[in-house]
């Protein structure tokens, strides 16, 4: 963990072109320049910034490899200013992965595969695309961050098990489409998001970054809401809903070890509870009747 110093951090809640790699990546460039120019040091894209959201029968001709031109320039874009980017990534046996990518230094530093495909409503990843199989955290120069995918933050296990790693930090990249309406007239989606996002950053005592796009893809509207939390809870930075917006913040991060002091979950989890609960309901669950 870290033991202080600051980080400003800013998130791109961008409009992205369906379909247009080379329109986004020059988009990328702008807002990288935009970003350096405002002296952050991390910038968040949301997911799949590179390509849009919708791709269907698109998703093998959008692709790009670690080997990629595309990957070299931002590799290069990254020297001045970390960078979380999104993207569709060929594996070597054509498989397809929604990921999203650390960038510091020149470097390509970590690549998150999303582990969980939204498959219902108007979402249709699976048919198109590979499911991760690991959460990792990753060493950056100002503590451990984590990566995980929009839909991945909607199952409790992930930011879990990032949190037992001690991660400072936990960057979300979303392309999340506005649905219902609360009672009081708000966008059901932004509710629900605000009200995950500020539970992680309290109870796992760590900044938590979302981003997410803004725009209009195959009828559904991306309604934004980019959000910087605090660890403990609070909302430090957020974006106007449905335009393109630069949010930025600027994270003590010496307010994590004093949160973590002042409310110590992590200190006091109690991981073989955890391991051995699960174990039997594994157990349970596979067990045959017969």
């Known amino acids: ?29 702008e807002w990288v320049d935009r970003a350096t120019q405002a002296g952050l040091e991390l910038l968040v894209f949301p997911e799949l910034s590179l390509t849009g959201y919708f791709l269907k029968d698109l998703v093998p001709d959008m692709a790009i490899t670690l080997e990629a031109a595309e990957l070299r320039e931002l590799e290069a874009l990254s020297r001045d200013c970390d960078l979380v980017v999104g993207a569709v990534l060929e594996e070597s046996d054509r498989r397809y992965f929604n990921a999203s990518l650390y960038l510091s230094g020149g470097e390509l530093v970590h690549v998150h595969r999303k582990v969980y495909l939204p498959t219902y409503g108007m979402f249709d990843e699976h048919r198109y695309l590979a499911a991760g199989d690991r959460i990792r955290s990753f060493p950056t120069r100002y503590g451990r961050a984590g990566i995980l995918i929009c839909e991945d933050i909607w199952h409790l296990s992930t930011a879990y098990v990032l949190s037992l790693e001690g991660v400072d930090l936990i960057i979300c990249p979303s392309a999340s489409p506005g649905r219902g ?11 629900s998001y605000g ?3 500020r539970t992680y950053g309290q109870f796992l005592t760590t900044f938590f970054l979302y981003c ?8 559904a509207n991306f309604w934004g809401g980019s959000m910087v939390i605090g660890p403990n809870g609070d909302v430090l930075a957020q974006a106007e809903d449905a335009d393109e917006a630069l949010a930025t913040a600027t994270l003590d991060l010496g307010e994590i070890r004093r949160e973590r002091l002042a409310n110590p979950l992590l200190r006091d989890e109690r991981l073989e509870v955890t391991i051995t609960e699960l174990r039997r309901v594994w157990h349970e669950r596979t067990r045959r009747p017969y």
């Open 212 to 219: 997410n796009r803004v725009g209009y893809e195959d009828g």
């Open 181 to 191: 309406v609360t009672t009081d007239e708000r966008l059901g989606t932004a509710e």
């Open 1 to 29: 963990m870290t033991g202080g110093g600051r980080l400003r951090v800013g998130l791109a809640q961008m409009d992205v072109s369906l379909g247009d790699r080379e329109r986004n990546l020059a988009r990328h460039r």
């Open 195 to 197: 009200l995950v996002c």
